[in-house]
């Protein structure tokens, strides 16, 4: 069973830098799925960040693709997110997931992690 | 404002049958597979259709997923006071090059 666990600060200051790291196990980061960001503001839905492949290839929702960068460790078998000069509006809960075979579903979900963007 | 658009909110009885609808375009629905998530209050969404009508592996037959030119919908049958959650559906849209959702649904089960 394929488990993801988010991780990284809670807040942040305006202007600054969202750095979040997802933990994969029961599992390789190295097979044939894609990894991905989905992040929820509070009270509303959901938004999809990006995407990234063990190899290093990289999709971007083209609204957040000029601050985003996603990456991937295969050693420690975790992906991570940076999105820069964030502000209030970046206040999310934000999820790591699995993408499925075929495009596009996300069937294995970490349990999320808030981040409050405020000095 | 979501691309894909859901209902607010719907309602029904325990043991009763609701539907929930997801309305999209020819650069999202039309053209490509519908996927739908529940997200029980204060938990991560969870998959429960994949490509329109398929279901993972632990998903009871009581949900089911149809779609139709560039609509989808999905179905619960004998609800339980366990399926109150909100409820998303998810494609991809080529115009925008993004994954796209629908802005939720809340399930009420009366």
Redo the contacts between chains.
Sequence with gaps: QVQLQESGPGLVKPSGTLSLTCAVSGGSISGSNWWTWVRQPPGKGLEWIGEIYHSGSTNYNPSLKSRVTISVDKSKNQFSLKLSSVTAADTAVYYCARVGATPYYFDYWGQGTLVTVSS | Q?VLTQPPSVSAAPGQKVTISCSGSSSNIGN??V?W?QQLPG?????LI??NNKR?SGIPDRFSGSKSGTSATLGITGLQTGDEADY?C???DSS?????????TKLTVL
Excluded: D, I, M, R
């Design positions: 979501s490509n597979h996927s998530y938990t991560a969404p969870k998959l994949y490509e993972p998303y998810g494609t991809w925008l090059s993004a994954v796209v959702f629908g802005g939720g």
